[in-house]
């Protein structure tokens, strides 16, 4: 590494022209970069990369900069091969000026990159509206420079801490072994296998089981008892019906290849960037929408979990990902139908049959209920229909009886439902974005547990009384709406979900274009 420069000038005219130099070029490359140029100033232009003092720092960001792509990130955007180069070629205070921006430039990128994210997710997929926490670049260069004694505990500490980001990164990194080895395989050349059955076929179920660690040592050809368990478990870990036949839905994802689970790898690695900040809070609801589960975490342990159904895969449908906090909870709720619903389901309806829809009341601009005969619903469109739409509490209500509120401009909320059939199902994306809930029930006493010694018998006294009752949570419970299609166990055991709304492949796109590598490059 180099130290300051020395260039053959005299003193103390020649000192004066080298900081003149250094210091000029630094303002003149900073001036576009306001945190750039404030730190700077700050400092009176003292270096922090190309200063006497200043190998370990450099040596830090170098490292760091040499093992992005284990991050998942686009390693060439950082250039560290050519800071390297710059500093071997440098020959005055101008250039080493210029070179000193170079490197808190390449560190901003890097550290709002492996802090943040790579990319910016509302731009690619509107579904996406969570409100990443990004770093001040000031305060990052402020932080750096504070840190001169670990620079490298410094950098490691800009990464997401999660536990889980570090076992992605093991996990992409075990199959990029495994790909090296030559993946898993030959696919599995039919449709559908069945327990009994024998030939080619159930040898490549076999081999790729093996290869997958689902299956021990056997050189069976038939479908017996042991490759049946390998099958079920492999579909409990994949959130399948678990039922031990390799059906058309369980050999499209036991035939996927690994370079396709590393690109669900990476990109649940960006997801948790863009977390990366975000306080989930010691008691928090954790949606998981890809996997149509909801879970209650306390202090990192989870205590509450429920399948749900989740938002239909079409454009207005499909449930957001964000943060909020869950406030209250209706018991006995009405359901204010939203308008979308009203004009583009229920108003074709009624204009057919004035009385479709019949458990549901109009209401005028007065909060009036109307008869349905009072209105000629053919002299109506989506645009000026006058009338909302509501359901009152009961039974059959479609927001069941109870909804758990966490005020959004999303309308998105949490909630029972009369439809419970639906739970059954393998693929649960039914609704029109909100989230139904399996154990609603469970999900209330849970919630409720907190702020009564007997959650269960307060909610069902509320209940009976049939009436509408907000209940307001004595401390708000933060939630949490995510998309992981990849998620590894408390053991770390990789966990794989169908991609239902096409986000991942999306965003991977969106990574590649951005310069990010499948596979990490053989040193």
């Known amino acids: 590494m180099v130290a300051t420069l020395t260039v053959g000038l005299c003193a103390p005219r020649a000192e004066a022209q080298m900081i003149s130099g250094y210091a000029q070029a630094i303002a003149e490359v900073s001036s576009t970069d306001a945190a750039l140029s404030a730190f700077y100033a700050q400092r009176n232009y003292e270096p922090i990369w190309t200063g006497a003092g200043d190998a370990a720092r450099r040596a830090a960001l170098l490292g ?3 093992m992005a792509a284990a991050h998942g990130l686009p390693a060439g955007r950082y250039d560290a091969e050519g800071l390297r180069a710059q500093f ?3 020959r005055s205070e101008r250039e080493r000026g210029m070179l000193e921006v170079a490197m808190s430039r390449a560190f ?5 990159d492996v802090s943040n994210g790579v990319l910016e997710p509302k731009k690619i997929d509107s579904g996406i509206v969570r409100e990443i926490p990004r770093r001040d670049g000031l305060v990052l260069l402020q932080g750096l420079a504070a840190a001169s004694d670990e620079p490298m505990a410094y950098m490691r500490s800009l990464a997401p801490r999660a536990p889980q980001y570090a076992q992605l990164i093991k996990a992409r990194l075990d199959l990029q072994a495994q790909i090296a080895r030559g993946g898993w395989g030959a696919t599995v050349p039919v449709k559908v296998l069945h327990p009994g059955d024998d030939g080619p076929a159930v040898v490549a179920l076999r081999d ?3 290869a997958m660690g689902y299956l021990g040592r056997s050189a069976t050809a038939v479908y017996d008892a042991e490759v049946q368990k390998a099958v079920q478990q492999y579909q409990f870990d994949l959130g399948m019906t678990a039922d031990g036949v390799a059906g058309e839905s369980t050999l499209k994802e036991i035939n996927r290849a690994p370079e396709e689970r590393m690109q669900s790898i990476l990109v649940a690695m960006e ?5 990366n900040g975000l306080d989930l809070g010691a008691r928090h609801v954790w949606v998981n929408i890809a996997d149509f589960s909801v879970r209650i975490f306390d202090h990192g342990k989870q205590t509450f979990e429920s399948v749900t159904v989740v938002g239909q895969n079409q454009s207005d449908r499909r449930t957001p990902e964000f943060s909020d906090k869950m406030e ?10 939203p308008r979308s619903i009203t004009v583009k389901e229920y108003l074709p309806m009624m204009q057919r049959n004035p009385n479709a829809a019949g458990h549901i009341n109009l209401i005028d601009s007065r909060g009036r209920t109307v008869p349905r005969s009072a209105v000629d619903f053919a002299a109506y469109d989506a645009r000026n229909f006058p009338f909302a739409m509501k359901q009152p509490p009961s039974d059959g209500n479609a927001l069941g009886l109870v909804k758990f509120l966490f005020p959004n401009p999303y309308n998105i909320y949490l909630h029972d439902t009369p439809s419970k059939s639906l739970f059954e199902k393998e693929v649960r994306a039914y609704s029109h974005g909100c989230i139904r809930v399996g154990r609603p029930f469970d999900l209330a006493y849970a919630l409720l547990a907190p702020q009564t010694d007997d959650p ?22 933060p939630v949490h709406l995510v998309y992981f299609t990849a998620w590894p166990t408390t053991r770390g055991k990789m966990e794989y979900r169908r991609d239902i709304y096409e986000r991942d492949a999306a965003l991977w796109s969106a990574l590649e274009n951005a310069g990010v590598e499948l596979q990490l490059l053989a040193h």
């Open 328 to 337: 209250m909870m209706v018991i006995n709720p009405t359901w204010h139908v």
């Open 456 to 477: 269960e018998g307060y909610f069902k006294k509320v209940l009976n009384t049939g009436a509408e009752t907000t209940v307001k949570l004595e401390t708000p419970v």
């Open 271 to 275: 997801r948790l960037r863009w977390m």
């Open 88 to 90: 071997a070629a440098l």
């Open 208 to 210: 790729r089981l093996q």
């Open 108 to 112: 901003l990128t890097y550290a709002h």
């Open 64 to 66: 760091a900069l040499d």
